[in-house]
């Protein structure tokens, strides 16, 4: 059978085998159905295209976009995306003699199949049985302790970003180096700098035991914290469901393709949302974000308080992450996505449902955007 490459699967015409695969992979609920519509109504025209003779849907950007159908099960993958997008680990805390805090918690490698969008099965490695891992919430100044056991059948190790001791690095040679199936290591190290860093697997070969799925987000608060917002993590990824190191066949925020286009990600009109946004693609050197009907503060890194542009779009590297805050002055339905439109239609796209009532309290300051200069406190 003829191998099922990411870029057969968008031009459609001469990926026979892979058609029947894509039209039961979107789930074909309202949304997207608006999303089919409005692919049609660019290309001008709603029925087959000019993408090649056996083309339904035609190449190009009205090419087999995920169909609906059926979401994945979130029960056997363990984990919800709406929830993830949520959820921060603070550890366990105790107060060490010196005053100082130690934080503290375990990571498990691990290996387990996911669905990564319906119907679609990946052998993935885990931390903690999810993808992406735990997100490791701390403040800036603590002892930080992290349990490394191996459950998995792979070495494996957990490299964070972060200033640390060459021998806390997690990779291969230096300090523990590789931890073996059954093994276990206990990296420790002070949290510093505050902002959003990451942390992820640094066995060989590296981009795969990337993109299998061992990797997560790792926040630092500032010792003076960030004015209260409805917080939340995205971890924009990827699927290389044929393994052939040749960019994936799934993009996703937070591993599920299509996710928050199924269950849209509910926020208040007029107040504060900030994103904790970190982009750990494999096997493409470029991801983006864009929001629709929306600008946001960027704060590259969270290492400063000062934003650096007020914006609707932002390129990351692989590792580079951002700290985004806005507020959403209309109700409605707004889509955001991979401005990487080919992303977009493999699974990196999603809606915020903002609701039309204005939360009580506003921090007044926080929703006065369009101000790069503005410090926040
Ligand atoms: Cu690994």
């Not at 950007?61 to 609906?68: D, K, S, V």
């Not at 931890?179 to 290591?185: A, F, H, L, P, Y």
Request: net charge negative.
């Amino acid at each position: 059978m003829e191998k099922l490459s990411r870029r057969k699967l968008l031009i459609g015409g001469s990926a026979g085998a892979a058609l029947p695969v894509l039209h039961q992979l979107v789930p074909h609920a309202g949304l997207h159905d608006a999303i089919d519509g409005a692919n049609a109504a660019e290309q001008g025209h709603g029925g087959p295209s000019h993408g090649g003779a056996d083309a339904v849907h035609g190449g190009g950007n009205a090419g087999p976009t995920f169909r609906p159908g059926a979401a994945v099960d979130h029960a056997a993958n363990g984990f919800n995306p709406t929830q993830l997008l949520r959820e921060f680990d603070w550890g366990r805390t105790r107060r060490l003699p010196s005053g100082r805090i130690l934080r503290e918690w375990t990571l498990v490698a691990g290996d387990k199949e996911i669905e990564v969008a319906p119907g679609v099965k990946y052998a993935a490695w885990t931390y903690n049985a999810r993808v992406p891992g735990p997100t490791l919430r701390c403040r800036e100044g603590e002892l930080l302790r992290i349990r490394f056991v191996n459950g998995s059948e792979h070495p494996h190790t957990i490299h964070f970003h972060g200033l640390h001791p060459a021998e806390m690095d997690g990779v291969p040679g230096v300090g523990a180096g590789l931890i073996e199936t059954g093994g276990e290591t206990t990296y420790e190290f002070d949290a510093e700098p505050f902002g959003l860093h990451l942390y992820h697997c640094h066995a060989g070969p590296l981009a795969e035991h990337i993109a299998r799925g061992l990797y997560g987000a790792f926040i630092i608060d500032p010792k003076q914290g960030r004015p209260e917002a409805d917080e939340m993590v995205m971890a924009m990824n990827g699927f290389n469901t044929n393994f052939d190191a040749e960019g994936n066949q799934v993009y996703a925020v937070n591993t599920v393709a299509f996710h928050y286009v199924n269950e849209p990600i509910a926020v208040e009109r007029d107040a504060p949302v900030r994103i904790y946004l970190v982009n750990i693609l494999e096997y493409d050197p470029i991801n983006s974000f864009h929001i629709h009907g929306n600008f946001f503060n960027h704060f590259p890194t969270g290492t400063s308080l000062t934003p650096i542009e007020f914006t609707d779009t932002i390129m990351q590297g692989q590792a580079q992450r951002a700290v985004l805050e806005m507020c959403f002055p209309h109700a409605g339905d707004f889509m955001f996505h991979a401005h990487k439109t080919e992303f977009a239609e493999l699974g990196w796209m999603g809606f915020f449902r903002v609701g039309g009532h204005q939360r009580a309290s506003v921090p007044a300051a926080f929703c006065d955007l369009g101000d790069p200069g503005r410090v926040l406190g």
